[in-house]
T-cell receptor, first 112, second 114 residues
Framework: SQKIEQNSEALNIQEGKTATLTCNYTNYSPAYLQWYRQDPGRGPVFLLLIRENEKEKRKERLKVTFDTTLKQSLFHITASQPADSATYLCALGGDSNYQLIWGAGTKLIIKP | KAGVTQTPRYLIKTRGQQVTLSCSPISGHRSVSWYQQTPGQGLQFLFEYFSETQRNKGNFPGRFSGRQFSNSRSEMNVSTLELGDSALYLC?????????????FGPGTRLLVL
């Protein structure tokens, strides 16, 4: 069955450094991959989408890479700030059922 | 455009009762999905409605049901509540651009079952 893995352990990063989160998947060939941010007690918020024919996407301090051979996406936040602390979720899409497949998320903590 | 709204925001029920949650999608969005999220858990997909029809369904018991109205507003119902149903219930409406679906989430309804 389709499976998505994200770092289950919280990631602690010093302010100003680059935070890198990983999303690995198996038994799936997504047409696109998305990253969302979720703050405690709130709904996820869409950040970035990258398609299978794209290697990299950037938005301000955010960068996403997508390697369909490795079946992996990396999500980078450069010059990280304490306000970036949140849980980040990856989601795969593009099957005929129009249903997104979600990872469990990685909690990112940026320390001042 | 107004975002996705969910009512109520908080709810306390007792075991055996039933509950109905409501979701109003972003104007123009025809797809509404429902998720359950418990502490430390990812999003557990409940079901998705598109143009008043259930298009996808997750692996939840029949106590969980939903529906969508002609104005795309959606409701989900949980009957015979159990303690394990305590969770944050999230609704998301979707837009599709270039074949890619993006979901926009509401603030959620936090349900506590005592």
């Amino acid at each position: 069955s389709q499976k998505i893995e994200q770092n289950s352990e919280a990631l602690n990063i010093q302010e100003g450094k680059t935070a890198t989160l990983t999303c690995n998947y198996t038994n799936y060939s997504p047409a696109y991959l998305q990253w969302y941010r979720q703050d405690p007690g709130r709904g996820p918020v869409f950040l970035l989408l990258i398609r299978e024919n794209e290697k990299e996407k950037r938005k301000e301090r955010l960068k996403v890479t997508f390697d369909t051979t490795l079946k992996q996406s990396l999500f980078h936040i450069t010059a990280s700030q304490p306000a970036d602390s949140a849980t980040y979720l990856c989601a795969l899409g593009g099957d005929s059922n129009y249903q997104l497949i979600w990872g469990a998320g990685t909690k990112l903590i940026i320390k001042p | 455009k107004a975002g996705v709204t969910q009512t109520p925001r908080y709810l306390i029920k007792t075991r055996g009762q039933q509950v109905t949650l409501s979701c109003s999608p972003i104007s123009g969005h025809r797809s509404v999905s429902w998720y359950q999220q418990t502490p430390g858990q990812g999003l557990q997909f409940l079901f998705e409605y598109f143009s008043e029809t259930q298009r996808n369904k997750g692996n939840f018991p029949g106590r969980f049901s939903g529906r969508q109205f002609s104005n795309s507003r959606s409701e989900m119902n949980v009957s015979t509540l159990e303690l394990g149903d305590s969770a944050l219930y999230l609704c998301a409406s979707s837009s599709v651009t270039g074949g890619a679906e993006t979901q926009y989430f509401g603030p959620g309804t936090r349900l506590l079952v005592l």
